[in-house]
């Protein structure tokens, strides 16, 4: 009898869509991974890279994982797995670029909105969680960073 092979994505999608394998985490995946953006956030402060890089980082970010993301749910019919957490890398990304601080009480404050927004999903997010499809998997975090760097903008510029 052959045995048959397991299918699973390559390696560097794998890589990517996991973030490095923080999304394999066995508990809390979005957490961890929310948490391992903070390296690249501090290295884009090291790097100097503002508001016009970072926003074409995100869009990069943005449209690959789309595409990625689409293309591996649909071979492997999958919907939203949990080990895919390049969402919530960008959803970060979308919040902090509202605050692009590397202080810790923001950095704090940050992944704590952020958290919040992407587990309640407020509409449209709500919406895109509901697709099944690249789209949907990512633009659900990307809303709720916007909700999030709302809100730590507005608590850092007038409280």
């Known amino acids: ?9 390559s390696l560097p999608v794998m ?11 066995p ?11 903070l390296p690249l ?3 884009l402060e090291y790097l100097n890279i503002k508001t016009i890089g970072l926003f074409i980082l995100i ?3 943005f449209t690959t994982a789309v595409s990625v993301t689409q293309h591996t749910q649909k071979k492997f019919q999958l ?19 509202f605050v692009q601080s590397v202080e810790l009480p923001i950095l704090f404050l940050v992944f704590l909105t952020f958290r919040f ?28 960073g916007l909700y999030a760097g709302i809100v730590c903008y507005s608590l850092r510029n007038f409280i």
């Open 79 to 97: 919907h939203d797995p949990q080990w895919i957490v390049i969402d919530e890398v960008i959803g970060m990304l979308v919040t902090w670029s």
């Open 59 to 61: 869009f990069v970010l």
């Open 117 to 144: 927004f992407d587990i309640i999903k407020i509409w449209p997010a709500s919406y895109f969680d509901r697709l099944h499809h690249g789209i949907g998997t990512i633009t659900d975090d990307v809303i709720s």
């Open 41 to 43: 956030i501090y290295l």
């Open 15 to 25: 890589l990517f869509l996991s973030w490095f394998y923080t999304g394999k985490f």
């Open 1 to 9: 009898m052959k045995e048959q092979k397991i299918q699973r994505p």
């Open 27 to 37: 508990k809390a995946p979005g957490t961890v991974g929310s948490l391992a953006t």
